[in-house]
């Protein structure tokens, strides 16, 4: 009789087995798409008891072995394939073994610990989000496994990368998704208050505890780049600015003065840190408002802006919400366009996972010609290569950046 106990055990022989339906598709799993949703998976009564975030054996409809796999029967996302070796042992080495091939990564592509660590499926820790910033990495367990797991995913994380602070943020929408409760806890170490992030010359301030997300946007890194170099001498409008995203980058490329907007007066404060961090206070000013209501008041003032970003929060984030959001889209650049000098330029950015390339270039278009400009599409940006896409995921390639070069 065999036992967990017993090393000798494979540990597919005790583990409980979920099967797909005869007609969905096997091969795709096999190809590494990493999800199994839950009208191709039987769920018996079973598998409805099996725990969120439980490990179980994926079989074929001819029960043969797939994958190990994580189940939620909670979620739309029913199972999640954490390892082609139905035996492997969930454990920390697991974790440290997934956490060092990440970290190789990002010690390639960058001379300082600030970069995302981890960027779930294609890094392969479904649902997971871990960014670091120096001596603090912030983890989202946006997936019920990762919620039962983040003891010994934090331990593995301290080993493997020697940061002292660890956080939990346990807030968004994924974990709505998957049943899973809202809070943001310290998992170790401590935090003083917000955290210095150098980033393209600038020095931006993420509240690890009570900001967005993890605290920083450190997918738009390229995209700040990119409108770095349009800035010299600019006047610049940085709309849905966060701590200082596009702005704070602008004015560490020479740009003259920078204005940014965003709802949130917490936000506004960090950006001012950050700017005064940088040396850069005395040409950055801010605004708290509605954005579509300041484009709209800033059009009646008359205000011109050589270099003017959008980079608002997902207006489509999920299909229901696409023709909704396209609109959303194109009214954003039906306003802001008129407010572009004669040859300037306008950054629009869409981290909508239903929105397509293709649709959101044609609705920016849209709106652009709608406000009575003409464009030229100088430049297309995509996250950087800390967020890696898995090529059998659409949906880990969200961020979409177009820069445009508007004439008179």
């Known amino acids: 009789m065999t036992s967990p106990e017993d090393p000798s055990t494979p540990a597919s022989s005790f583990r409980p087995t979920v099967r797909l339906k005869p007609k969905a598709e096997a091969r795709a799993i096999r190809h590494g798409f990493p999800w199994v949703y839950a009208d191709e998976l039987v769920t018996d009564r079973r598998t409805q008891g099996l725990a969120p975030g439980a490990l179980a054996v994926l079989e074929d409809a001819d029960r043969r072995p797939l994958a190990l796999v994580t189940v939620n029967t909670k979620s739309r996302i029913i199972a999640r394939v954490l390892d082609r070796d139905p035996d492997a042992q969930i454990d920390q080495d697991w974790f440290a073994r997934r956490l060092t091939t990440a970290l190789a990564l990002r010690a390639l592509l960058f001379d300082a610990p600030f970069y995302r660590l981890v960027h779930a499926e294609a890094d392969g820790l479904p649902g997971v989000v871990i960014d670091r910033f120096g001596d603090v990495a912030v983890i989202q367990p946006n997936a019920a496994w990762a919620e039962t797991q983040i003891g010994v995913l934090a331990a593995a994380l301290r080993a493997v990368t020697g940061v002292?602070?660890?956080?939990?943020?346990?807030?968004?929408?994924?974990?709505?998704?998957?049943?899973?409760?809202?809070?943001?806890?310290?998992?170790?170490?401590?935090?003083?208050?917000?955290?210095?992030?150098?980033?393209?010359?600038?020095?931006?301030?993420?509240?690890?505890?009570?900001?967005?997300?993890?605290?920083?946007?450190?997918?738009?890194?390229?995209?700040?780049?990119?409108?770095?170099?349009?800035?010299?001498?600019?006047?610049?409008?940085?709309?849905?600015?966060?701590?200082?995203?596009?702005?704070?980058?602008?004015?560490?490329?020479?740009?003259?003065?920078?204005?940014?907007?965003?709802?949130?007066?917490?936000?506004?404060?960090?950006a001012r840190q950050g700017a005064a961090a940088s040396g850069m206070a005395d040409r950055f000013a801010t605004r708290q408002g509605d954005a579509f209501a300041v484009l709209e008041d800033l059009a009646r003032d008359g205000a011109q802006f050589d270099l003017l970003i959008c980079d608002p929060p997902a207006f489509a984030p999920a299909k229901p919400a696409l023709e909704a959001g396209l609109r959303a889209y194109e009214r954003l650049a039906r306003l802001a366009a008129p407010l572009v000098a004669p040859g300037g330029c306008l950054v629009l950015c869409s981290c909508s996972h239903a929105v397509d390339l293709t649709a959101l270039r044609n609705a920016c278009g849209r709106g652009i010609g709608r406000g009575g400009r003409r464009a030229q599409l100088l430049h297309t940006g995509f996250a950087g290569p800390d967020h890696p896409m898995l090529p059998q995921l659409a949906e880990s390639g969200y961020l979409k950046a177009l820069v445009f070069r508007l004439d008179g």
């Open 164 to 270: 002292s602070a660890v956080v939990k943020n346990g807030t968004g929408r994924s974990r709505g998704l998957e049943g899973l409760a809202e809070e943001t806890v310290i998992l170790s170490g401590k935090i003083g208050g917000p955290v210095p992030v150098p980033m393209n010359g600038a020095t931006y301030m993420a509240d690890v505890l009570g900001g967005q997300k993890t605290g920083l946007f450190l997918d738009q890194r390229p995209n700040h780049a990119f409108a770095q170099r349009l800035a010299r001498g600019a006047r610049v409008l940085d709309m849905f600015s966060h701590v200082g995203g596009f702005a704070l980058a602008a004015l560490a490329g020479g740009a003259a003065c920078a204005l940014a907007v965003d709802a949130s007066a917490t936000a506004l404060a960090l």
